[in-house]
Antibody, heavy 119, light 110 residues
Framework: EVQLVESGGGLVRPGGSLRLSCAAS????????MNWVRQAPGKGLEWVGR??????????DYAAPVKGRFTISRDDSYNTLFLQMNSLNAEDTAVYSC??????????WGQGTMVTVSS | QSALTQPASVSGSPGQSITISCTGT?????????VSWYQHHPGKAPKLIIY???NRPSGVSNRFSGSKSRNTASLTISGLQDEDETDYYC??????????FGTGTRVTVL
């Protein structure tokens, strides 16, 4: 069964940094386009960004609110996706989930890891 | 990129059909056929139920159907069941290689 398990969440002060990881198993991770999606408490889903597979250039795209502060990367040798988050603010408080992308949709989701930005 | 607009809530009786709208712009819903829908029980991972406007993934009930007209996509749930009571989100590919989600709709089975 496909598994996506996020880790690295926690409490961080405004202006701080955090690195999230997503361990993937039971599918060919290197072939997958991977995304991060977040959901703030009591709010809806919000797309954060995506990294394509290396054979498609391995390029990244980001939502406007995080562009320049967040960086998505991947290590296909370890089937792991990363989200480096810098200059965090209260609006970044959310559950962050890693998600596979196929045919313009998000088909497999992790359970998510909670990030709280507070002083 | 602004969130796609969905009604906050939609309700219906068991067995009825309901439709959830998802209104975007000519830069997202109107420009691409990459509209998808998700069923989200709070505390659980969202589940893809419609992709590419009207396609159902394997294992998804045929009570769920999708369509699109210009800048508005729609999800119809027919034969409403108690288990359908939860949150639903639409999503669309958008210009600049980004995605945008809808504001979300709470479906209540009366």
């Amino acid at each position: 069964e496909v598994q996506l398990v996020e880790s690295g969440g926690g409490l961080v002060r405004p202006g701080g940094s955090l690195r999230l990881s997503c361990a993937a198993s039971d599918f060919t991770f290197s072939n997958a386009w991977m995304n991060w999606v977040r959901q703030a408490p009591g709010k809806g889903l919000e797309w954060v960004g995506r990294i394509k597979r290396k054979t498609d250039g391995g390029t990244t795209d980001y939502a406007a609110p995080v562009k320049g502060r967040f960086t998505i990367s991947r290590d296909d040798s370890y089937n792991t996706l990363f989200l480096q988050m810098n200059s965090l603010n209260a609006e970044d408080t959310a559950v962050y989930s890693c998600v596979t992308e196929r045919a313009g949709a998000f088909d497999m989701w992790g359970q998510g890891t909670m990030v709280t930005v507070s002083s | 990129q602004s969130a796609l607009t969905q009604p906050a809530s939609v309700s219906g009786s068991p067995g009825q059909s309901i439709t959830i709208s998802c209104t975007g712009t000519s830069s997202d819903v109107g420009a691409y056929n990459y509209v998808s829908w998700y069923q989200h029980h709070p505390g659980k991972a969202p589940k893809l139920i419609i992709y590419e406007v009207s396609n159902r993934p394997s294992g998804v009930s045929n009570r769920f159907s999708g369509s699109k007209s210009r800048n508005t996509a729609s999800l119809t749930i027919s034969g409403l069941q108690d288990e359908d009571e939860t949150d639903y989100y639409c999503s669309s590919y958008a210009t600049s290689s980004t995605y945008v989600f809808g504001t979300g709709t709470r479906v209540t089975v009366l």
